[in-house]
Each structure stands twice: as structure tokens, then as C-alpha cells.
């Protein structure tokens, strides 16, 4: 059961982020600009103000972040402080931004694209590294669910209006990846709303956040679902595994395009929610240069 763990009103809350040597979990509301952070020990939440907007950030080996903000990919200090234009956006700013994003176990950052209005395939599923951005993926509207399997040897990715998560080989060593094979539809399973965010845990089951779908679901790793995990408000969007046993998963949401009789019924709209489970997850991988 999923309890309120901070009770925010986050217009956009996303990318829940774990950091196993600090202790601490990050997660940003993409539409205010926001960079969040919460100590489990103390209880302290804190929360900074970005000048633009802030599509996902991930954990920098040399301490900070790596974050896809909306004029490019960023390295920020531990406040969120801009140190270094690492690449520029090299989409249309005006009608797009920087969505879901996390590294892979080599230490690159993958990050994609979305219009803005959510109906335009004009984005891309991009992978950074080492000063070169390479557009990996095209033809997408909203990019989002990037994960991949513990053994490195599947990235998952989801353009979300279709419902449809995708896998692909991946080459963990080269960075290389395959062609698009469908993995898990909605449709199928009976599911409503739009694959959002997600997470694998240890065992490499994909924990996906169903935006207007208002619950998460644990599919198996050949893709059947394995259950449904309800939450009091429709728009779950990102989730992280975190604390000392890795046995809590903290699911962010959102408030955006929600009408008043909405939010009335689900008040909690923008709140953290946090739930313990069996499996734990994984430590989530920095971003490294070399
Ligand atoms: C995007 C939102 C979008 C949602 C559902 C999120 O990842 O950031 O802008 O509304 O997915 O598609
Ligand atoms: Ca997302």
C-alpha cells in the first residue's frame, strides 16, 4: 500500500532519484523548476529553484548532477548550481523540452525529447557522452519509461501516447543498440492511462508509472504484468527504489491538467508517495566520462 510521503502539490513532479552514498533522494517538478531533495534520516526537505525548465537529472560520479534542462544537458553542483553547458538542445526549444532520462551501467546519460503539446513526433531518444550527443531513437512525441535490465543486455523506452513500452538489444560495452521490438501494450493488459516513468528492481522486474492510469505496475522481464499497485490520484509519474535496503520505492506525481472536480477527488495530486517491497532495486548508475 502506498502511503503519502510528502504531501507536496508539485505541478509536475518526476524523476525520483536515489543516492545510495549520500543517503539522500532527488527527484525535480519539472514544470516549477525544481529541484528537490529529502533526507530520510533527518526528515529535512529542501527544495532549489532551476532559471529554466528540467526535463530529468541523473547522479554525476564526481558529485552533482548530470541534468537535461530545457537549453541543453547540464553539469550542476550538489545545489543545483549550473557549473557547465555539457550539449546544446538541438530541438526546437519553443515547442519541446528534455524529458525522462537515467544512465546506463557504462556511465552514459540517456535522455529524450517530447513536443510540449504531446502531439508532434518530433522528438528523439538521445544518448550523451563524453561531449557528443547522439540521437538514437526519432519519431518520438513523449519519451519516457528509459530503463534498463540488470545484465545491461535490454534498454526499455516508451513513447507514451502509444501505449506501447518497447525493448531493444543493448550493448552495454559499446553502447550500441537494436532495432525496436514491442514488448508490453497496455492495450493487452488491460490497463488504463500512459506508461511513464519507471524502474527495475534486482529480480528485473520493470515497475512502470501509469500517468492517468493512476496506479504502478510490476511487469515480469519477459513482459507479463504481475500486478497493479493503486495509488489516490491519477497521475503517478516516475518511481526510484531508495533507502539503506533499497526496499522503498518513492513514485512521484502530478497536478498539471487536472480540472478542479479532479483535484477535488484526488486532493493528493503532487504529493511523494512511498511504499515498501520485497525485492529491492538497484543502485542507480552514475554518469562517468571514461
Ligand atoms: C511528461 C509530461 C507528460 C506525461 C504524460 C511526462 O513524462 O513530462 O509532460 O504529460 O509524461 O505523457
Ligand atoms: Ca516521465
Request: hydrophobic share 40%; proline share 6%.
Amino acid at each position: 500500500m502506498f502511503k503519502v510521503h510528502l504531501p507536496l502539490q508539485m505541478a509536475l513532479g518526476e524523476c525520483p532519484l536515489w543516492d545510495a552514498e549520500r543517503q539522500r533522494l532527488y527527484w525535480i517538478d519539472i514544470r516549477a523548476a525544481q529541484l528537490h531533495r529529502f533526507d530520510p534520516a533527518s526528515e529535512a526537505h529542501g527544495v532549489v529553484a532551476l532559471d529554466e525548465s528540467i526535463g530529468c537529472i541523473a547522479l554525476h560520479a564526481e558529485g552533482g548532477f548530470v541534468a537535461a534542462l530545457r537549453s541543453g544537458l547540464w553539469r550542476l553542483d550538489a545545489h543545483g548550481r549550473k557549473l557547465q553547458r555539457l550539449a546544446a538542445n538541438p530541438e526546437d526549444q519553443a515547442t519541446g523540452r528534455f524529458n525522462d532520462g537515467r544512465c546506463d551501467g557504462a556511465g552514459r546519460l540517456w535522455a529524450g525529447t517530447m513536443d510540449e503539446a504531446e502531439r508532434t513526433p518530433c522528438g528523439h531518444l538521445y544518448c550523451y557522452h563524453a561531449g557528443r550527443l547522439v540521437a538514437m531513437k526519432a519519431n518520438v512525441t513523449v519519451s519516457n519509461g528509459l530503463a534498463f535490465s540488470p545484465d545491461g543486455r535490454y534498454l526499455y523506452h516508451a513513447d507514451s501516447p502509444r501505449r506501447v513500452i518497447e525493448r531493444h538489444r543493448f550493448d552495454v560495452a559499446s553502447g550500441e543498440l537494436g532495432p525496436a521490438e514491442r514488448w508490453i501494450s497496455l492495450d493487452d493488459c488491460n490497463l488504463a492511462g500512459f506508461p511513464d516513468g519507471a524502474a527495475v528492481d534486482s529480480a528485473g522486474h520493470y515497475w512502470c508509472a501509469l500517468y492517468a492510469g493512476g496506479g504502478v505496475a510490476r511487469f515480469t522481464p519477459d513482459g507479463r504484468l504481475a500486478d497493479l499497485h493503486r495509488l489516490p490520484v491519477p497521475n503517478p509519474t516516475m518511481i526510484a527504489f531508495g533507502d539503506r535496503d533499497l526496499r522503498t520505492l518513492y513514485v512521484t506525481t502530478a497536478r498539471q491538467g487536472l480540472e478542479e472536480t479532479a483535484l477535488a477527488r484526488a486532493p493528493l495530486s503532487g504529493a511523494l508517495f512511498s511504499m515498501r517491497v520485497e525485492v529491492p532495486g538497484l543502485e542507480e548508475p552514475r554518469y562517468r566520462e571514461t
